[in-house]
């Protein structure tokens, strides 16, 4: 046998010792034909649907017109039904001490999980309610990352960014917090 035959045969042998090894054993799949991996069910997918809810403490900073900007206490609650494990819907409440500011929004959450961690972004329609003062439309666009405790508990710091629409310009609020989020 030639030296350059041995390589591609080499190559070939390496293949079928991996593939082998990696084969699962035999057992049910749902779905269509080739659309899993190995013995049963979608190796990427997540519980098919529940409800969680996510209490939130942190920090809300205020870019103000006029000098400086004001930051303040920030708490607030989640509630959602996560899809797959990856899509989502969720409601949600924060409070804005500083400014007493009612927060409400509704929105969507999209995942993606990496064992241990949880990466995600958001956004959501705001109702920005001041217990003095004007009421406004928002939209708050979010990013954060969790880290998975157990199937039921992940613990996570997120980051939003609001845009409050008035009438005479945008204003911005930042808000980072940490989270505990609870599966039903």
């Given at each position: 046998m030639k030296p350059a035959n041995i390589v591609p045969i080499f190559v070939l042998c390496l293949c079928a010792v991996a593939l082998s090894a990696n084969a699962g054993e035999t057992?049910?799949?749902?779905?269509?034909?080739?659309?899993?991996?190995?013995?049963?069910?979608?190796?990427?997918g997540?519980?098919?649907?529940r409800f969680?809810?996510?209490?939130a403490f942190g920090s809300?900073?205020?870019?103000?017109?006029?000098?400086?900007?004001?930051?303040?206490?920030?708490y607030g609650l989640d509630i959602g039904y996560e899809r797959d494990g990856w899509i989502g819907i969720q409601g949600g409440y924060a409070y804005l001490s500083d400014r007493k500011m009612s927060?409400?929004?509704?929105?969507?959450?999209?995942?993606?999980?990496?064992?241990?961690?949880?990466?995600?972004f958001s956004t959501q329609a705001?109702?920005?309610a001041p217990d003095a003062?004007?009421?406004?439309?928002?939209?708050?666009?979010?990013?954060?990352?969790?880290i998975v405790v157990s199937d039921q508990i992940q613990?996570?710091?997120?980051?939003?960014?609001?845009?409050?629409?008035?009438d005479t310009g945008t204003n911005h609020i930042n808000r980072v917090y940490a989270g505990l989020k609870v599966y039903f």
């Open positions: 057992g049910r799949t749902d779905g269509p034909e080739a659309s899993e991996y190995g013995k049963g069910g979608y190796p990427f997540g519980p098919v649907g969680y809810i996510s209490p809300g900073i205020f870019n103000a017109p006029g000098p400086g900007n004001r930051s303040g206490l920030l927060i409400f929004g509704l929105g969507a959450r999209f995942a993606y999980p990496a064992e241990p961690f949880v990466y995600h705001g109702y920005y003062g004007s009421r406004h439309f928002g939209i708050a666009p979010g990013a954060g990352i969790d613990i996570g710091l997120n980051y939003t960014r609001d845009f409050i629409f008035a």
